[in-house]
């Protein structure tokens, strides 16, 4: 199983989760998108929350660090597919419609093959694409300069984290266990809160 089927088989899990405790609680009108098109533009689910209607949102976990309690998230920059030719990752995509990301930190019984009942928590965060593009910016990090220290990083093969210093909330990371190669930025996660519209811990 590639990592990209394990992330979508937890992030299946999580969705359930989601859908029992999350949602009905603190959102209206949602709506789930099972279809592989709507997926592909970055799209799991639409809800209106306070005075935003129809928000386009893709829900995203955290489900290789189930009970880690890691202080940060990783965003796409690039990877490599099952044909050997890098594609790009879901952060800068310009064919996403994404409008805010549901980012979610799992704490359950098991941490790996976990279904819904086996969850106990979700640390979940609802945060506005634009804005976590716009804190990048505000370092001098956009789209092309991404791109271009991702293929630094893969040209001279520097495994793990890179670009990583005290001044900025953000660092690179290469992993090399991987089949797909991902090179992320890594956000700390305090970041992000302050950035965030809404966080929440999610409990049955």
Not at 157 to 177: D, I, L, R, V, W
Request: glycine share 4%.
């Amino acid at each position: 199983m590639t990592l990209r089927q394990q992330d979508s088989q937890a992030e299946d899990v999580v969705s359930q989760f989601l859908d029992q405790f999350f949602y009905t609680k603190y959102v209206r009108n949602q709506t789930r998108y099972s279809d592989l098109e709507t997926q592909l533009k970055g799209v799991d689910v639409t809800f209106d929350f306070e005075e935003q209607t129809q928000l386009l949102v893709d829900e995203k976990a955290a489900a290789h660090f189930v009970n880690k309690n890691i202080p940060t998230f990783a965003f796409e920059v690039d990877f490599v597919g099952i044909d050997g030719q890098l594609k790009e990752g879901w952060l800068f995509d310009e064919k996403k419609e994404t409008q805010y990301y549901l980012l979610s930190w799992i704490q359950a019984a098991k941490t790996k093959n976990f279904s819904c009942d086996d969850i106990s928590q979700l640390e979940v965060i609802l945060i506005d694409r634009l804005k976590i593009i716009g804190l990048l910016k505000g370092f001098g990090l956009d789209k092309k300069r991404a791109k271009e220290i991702s293929q630094e990083l893969r040209d001279k093969n520097q495994f793990g984290p890179a670009y990583k210093n005290s001044t900025t909330p953000f660092y690179f990371y290469f992993t090399e266990h991987l089949t797909e190669r991902p090179i992320n930025i890594v956000i700390r996660k305090n970041a992000l809160i302050r950035l965030g519209t809404l966080h929440k811990f999610i409990t049955r």
